[in-house]
Each structure stands twice: as C-alpha cells, then as structure tokens.
C-alpha cells in the first residue's frame, strides 16, 4: 500500500506533459531571440550603424500588450471562480487588445519608414523589423489560441474541468511569454 502511495505522490507532483513541451518550446523561442539580439550586437560593433529613435508607437505597443496579459489572467481567475461574465469579457478583451498590439506593430513599421528606416536602407533598421516580424507572427499564435479559447468559452458550459483547466493555463502561459519576451525587445531596442 505504501508503494501506492508513493507512485500517486510522484505522478501528481510531476508537471503535465503538455506544459512541459511548451515551457521547452518557450525555451527555444528564447534561444532564437537571444541569438537574434546576439546577432545585433555584433553586427553594431561592425560599423556602418544608422543610430535612430524607436517610434512612440513601440511604448505604446508595450502598454497594449501588457494591458491584454492583464486582462488575460483576469480572464482566468474569473474561469476559476465560476463567474463567466467575467470570464468571457476579460477574455474578449485580452483578443481585442492583442489584435491592436499588431495593428499597432504594423504602425509602427510605418512610422520607421517614414523617419527613414525602411527594411534594405541599414543593417540597424533590417534587425528590428526581422526581430519585432518574427515575434509578431508568434503573437499570431497566440492570437490563434486565443480565438479557440474563446470558442470554448462561449460554446461550452462553463464548467472548470482539469482539461480546461490545463487549456487555459496552456494559452496564459504562452501569452504571458510572448508579453514578456516583447518588452525585453523593446528595452534591448532602446538601450543598444
């Protein structure tokens, strides 16, 4: 009976398989924004570096998706306590303002071509349209896990099943990454 114990002690203090394969894809998202940042500052260190500010619109940016995470986790603790008012609104409105995050991101390459930096013009301005692109399009899937969090909340009884659970927590986590990994850009944008 002991050995019973033991074995259902270790199975509920190991993580989920699925949040594992994500913490591990997050890890190597990581990976390839570092070697992305790595890559700029050797590159800057190269010579023939046009200097310039980042548009206002990038802050902005920050403040939208910050704001979408905010509403995100709210959305999730509305989840967990059962009000689904709450629950479904918060949730609606971490997808609105996660759509305005890219509206806003594709502004803001605008506004660099208008001071400017187009794509081709400088190796400055080609890193932070492949850098904040490429982490544009992972906001995409977050968008994309959204949407089906979303059609669950509002197709289904709401009900708080460990699968749902687990569902919801998939999608904070990756959005509450993305968030973060975008204002680590920003500031490395900034500072370097």
């Not at 002991?2 to 199975?11: F, G, I, P, V």
């Not at 070697?35 to 570096?49: D, H, L």
């Not at 008012?85 to 390459?109: H, P, S």
Request: proline share 2%.
């Amino acid at each position: 009976m002991n050995a019973t114990l033991a074995t259902t002690d270790y199975r509920r203090s190991r993580m989920h398989p699925k949040k594992f394969a994500l913490l591990i894809a997050c890890a190597s998202i990581l990976m390839m924004f570092a070697a992305f940042t790595s890559a700029y500052i050797v590159r800057q260190a190269a010579g023939n570096w046009l200097e310039f500010r980042l548009p206002d619109l990038f802050y902005l940016n920050t403040g939208v998706i910050l704001l979408s995470s905010l509403s995100l986790h709210s959305s999730y603790l509305a989840f967990k306590r059962g009000k689904t008012l709450m629950y479904r609104l918060f949730l609606v409105g971490a997808l609105i303002l996660g759509l305005a995050f890219l509206v806003l991101q594709y502004q803001g390459w605008q506004a660099l071509t208008a001071i400017g930096v187009e794509l081709t013009t400088n190796p400055s301005g080609s890193f932070v349209y492949v850098i904040s692109g490429v982490h544009a399009a992972h906001i995409l899937g977050g968008i994309a896990a959204l949407l089906v969090a979303i059609l669950h909340a509002f197709a289904l009884q709401h009900r708080v099943t460990p699968a749902r659970k687990l569902r919801f927590e998939l999608t904070l986590i990756y959005w509450h990454f993305v968030d973060l990994l975008w204002v680590y850009l920003l500031v490395f944008f900034t500072f370097s």
